[in-house]
């Protein structure tokens, strides 16, 4: 807390605690160039505490200081964000079969170009105070660096201009520094000096979007106008001239979208490269075609390199299902994000994971013990666990749907909106009957029928929830609740405040029907009027939405995951099978034991492979599992030795997974549980 107390009170601290040192990093195997290698900065624990703290602060009020098109360490924002408005507006461009081109800028050395003074002057304008400014200042300008070399500082040196890489206030503070290229976009637009891409009704009504920044990452769009693009030009001097920030047009890329016959010229007059759609934008893809397979490619050469390495390592079965869970399973999640998996794609991850787990090595083929479906379902319904790819996709663009109601504000909801138009409450957009293009909210859209099933309304003042067809009780929608009173009600798409009185606090409900209630409906009447008072409506606020599965009533992938699982495994006790202390290899074998898929000779038989079926123990006939592991006469002897050392008369179950699920109760102190619980893991291995 000293150290606080003299930062808050002088504005500077010990001059020490600000040092840096500085080492170099190979991006590649066998560098041999400088350019091989990235220089990282290693920050002083007690300043990177006080930059983490002053980095929090900053963070809540950074939304507000910057505009929508940057996306970057803004709560609320996220990457994806922007490679969809990106997609949207190239697919709307294209579909008007307007020309125009896109630039994708490199910004030389950003981090390390940042004017000091530029920085203070708009931490000024956006009316931070002069002792914010001074610690600010304090942070960026007393750094003192030495480089390690094998190890050890060498020298000590300042600077005068940039800020670090791996300090907690750099991300924040660089955003700032490309807000002034955003506004200065901006008003270029303004003054007719820039045009971007339109997106929806062409003219006035439509939304025009110039630019999207994500950190260093800039995407410009604009028409092919040859004065626009210079004055583009132009606008990159005046940007450098003032933060430092040069636009290394070398390495930045123009692309046509539609017919740009003067390409060249625009490339020239910009000064960059030439290059076309798709291309890859924060590591997705953009302008690809609706379920390209091609976009797959580099993540399924990612996981099969990353099989390469294992396959050279001898691994249980139990340390596959640990490799995929935590790695395979999570290559393809940024793309599943936000693009639909094609089918051939998703069966050959399944392929690729479902080899590994049953073929580990490669040596030849081996037997999969079980379907693949059921491998991908719960523990507690039987199976592993591992993320059904498919299902998954869905989940994850789920997000969406549920952003959509929720974030009104947000650029890329502005975008989807001035495209597509709102469904009446704005809870989602309305659907679209046009072809697919290279945008990817169609397909997102699509799932919304099955997707509001599992949504929950929770009334404010009503004018956003409907109130026959809305789930917003706790009985579901009225419509399926009393079919009787939605036959005979009069306006079947009324919102909750057309039937909703709110006066003095004193809440009451107002009907309409096109008919006097019969007698024999009267207890109908009275029940449904019970459910309307006893909803809780507050009448009054803004209308809002929850997730039925979750009593936070957010959203969560993993929530709508689940729901979309189907239940068809059979219900195991998992917690004995799997959290028990033994090596997980163990309780991998107990839980092909529990499913009946271990190569007893019986399941030898059943696939085909012809051998004598005998119990090589006892060599009577039959081998089955519930044979091999409980009732064959020599096991038998086994079991009933165990169960004489605690004391106990012990009556067989039928078969394996009936043992387990009665296994496990009451034996006293933990470490006797313990034990307890490993028994049958033990025999079980022990006996194959």
Not at 236 to 261: R, Y
Not at 424 to 429: F, L, R
Not at 650 to 657: A, E, F, T
Request: proline fraction near 4%; hydrophobic fraction near 45%; aromatic fraction near 12%.
């Amino acid at each position: 807390m000293a150290v606080f107390v003299e930062l808050y009170a002088k504005g500077s601290l010990e001059r020490s605690l600000n040092v840096t040192f500085l080492t170099l990093i190979p991006k590649k195997a066998n560098a041999d160039e400088v350019r091989d290698f990235r220089p990282i900065s290693l920050l002083g624990s007690v300043y990177k505490i006080v930059a983490k703290v002053l980095a929090n602060r900053l963070s809540t009020v950074l939304g507000h200081l910057v505009s929508s098109p940057q996306n970057a360490f803004v709560k609320g924002r996220q990457i994806t964000d922007s490679v969809l408005i990106a997609n949207e507006i190239l697919d709307s461009r294209l579909k008007d079969k307007l020309s125009g081109v896109i630039c994708k800028l490199d910004i030389k050395k950003a981090y390390d170009h940042v004017n000091w003074h530029f920085l203070l002057y708009l931490l000024d304008r956006c009316g931070f105070s002069g002792r914010w400014c001074q610690w600010i200042y304090y942070c960026i300008s007393t750094v003192q660096f030495s480089i390690l070399i094998n190890g050890s500082p060498e020298g000590f040196f300042g600077s005068t201009r940039g800020i670090r890489q791996g300090d907690p206030l750099s991300p924040l503070l660089f955003v700032l520094i490309m807000e002034a290229l955003s506004r200065m976009m901006n008003k270029a637009v303004e003054e007719g000096l820039l045009s971007g891409f339109q997106v929806g009704a062409l003219g006035s009504d439509g939304l025009c979007i110039s630019h999207l920044l994500f950190a260093d990452d800039t995407l410009i769009f604009s028409d092919s106008n040859p004065d626009h693009i210079l004055h583009l030009r132009f606008l990159f001097t005046w940007f450098e001239a003032i933060s430092g920030l040069k636009i290394n047009l070398s390495k930045s890329k123009m692309v046509p979208v539609g017919q740009v016959p003067n390409i060249d010229v625009l490339a020239v007059i910009l000064g960059c490269n030439i290059t076309h759609l798709p291309m890859s934008y924060l590591g997705l893809p953009l302008g690809a075609k609706f379920k390209s397979k091609q976009i797959w490619d580099p993540i399924l050469e990612k996981m099969e390199r990353k099989l390469a390495g294992w396959q050279r390592m001898y691994l249980s079965k139990g340390g596959r299902v640990t490799l995929i869970k935590s790695t395979l399973s999570s290559l393809p999640t940024y793309f599943l994000s936000l693009f639909p998996i094609p089918v051939s794609v998703a069966a050959r991850i399944d392929t690729i994971q479902r080899n590994f787990l049953w073929g580990g090595m490669g040596e030849g083929k081996k037997f999969h013990l079980m379907n693949w479906s059921q491998v991908c379902q719960p523990l507690h319904l039987g199976g592993l666990g591992i993320c059904n790819v498919r299902l998954f996709n869905r989940a994850l663009l789920g997000k969406w749907l549920w952003r959509f109601g929720n974030e009104r504000e947000t650029l890329w909801r502005q975008v989807i909106h001035s495209k597509y138009g709102s469904l009446p409450g704005g809870w989602t957009s309305a659907p679209s009957t046009g072809p697919y293009g290279v945008g990817l909210w169609k397909n997102i859209r699509k799932d919304w029928a099955h997707f509001a099933r599992y949504l929950r309304f929770e009334v404010g003042d009503g004018t956003r929830i409907k109130f026959w067809t809305d789930s917003w009780c706790e009985r579901g929608p009225l419509k399926e609740s009393f079919p009787e009173m939605y036959n005979i009600s009069r306006d079947k798409e009324a919102w909750v405040a057309d039937h909703l009185n709110y006066q003095n606090e004193v809440m009451t409900w107002s009907l309409n029907f096109i008919r006097p209630a019969h007698d024999w409906e009267l207890e109908v009447i009275s029940s449904f009027m019970d459910v309307l008072y006893q909803s809780g409506v507050k009448g009054c606020g803004p209308d809002k939405v929850g997730w039925q599965k979750s009593s936070g009533k957010g959203f969560q992938v993993k929530f709508y995951y689940k729901a979309l699982l189907p239940s068809i495994g059979l219900s195991v006790p998992w917690k004995i099978i799997w959290k028990t202390k033994v090596p997980l290899r163990v309780s991998f074998f107990v839980w092909t034991a529990a499913r009946d898929r271990i190569l007893t000779v019986q399941n030898l038989r059943r696939r085909q492979v012809m051998v004598i079926d005998w119990c090589y123990m006892c060599k009577a006939s039959g081998e089955s599992t519930d044979h091999l592991l409980l009732h064959c006469p020599i096991v038998a002897d086994l079991w009933s030795c165990i169960f004489s050392l605690f004391g106990l008369q012990w009556v067989m179950p039928k078969g394996v997974l009936e043992l387990l699920a009665c296994w496990g109760e009451g034996r006293g102190k933990s470490k006797i549980q313990d034990l307890w619980n490993s028994i049958p893991h033990g025999i079980f291995w022990v006996l194959w």
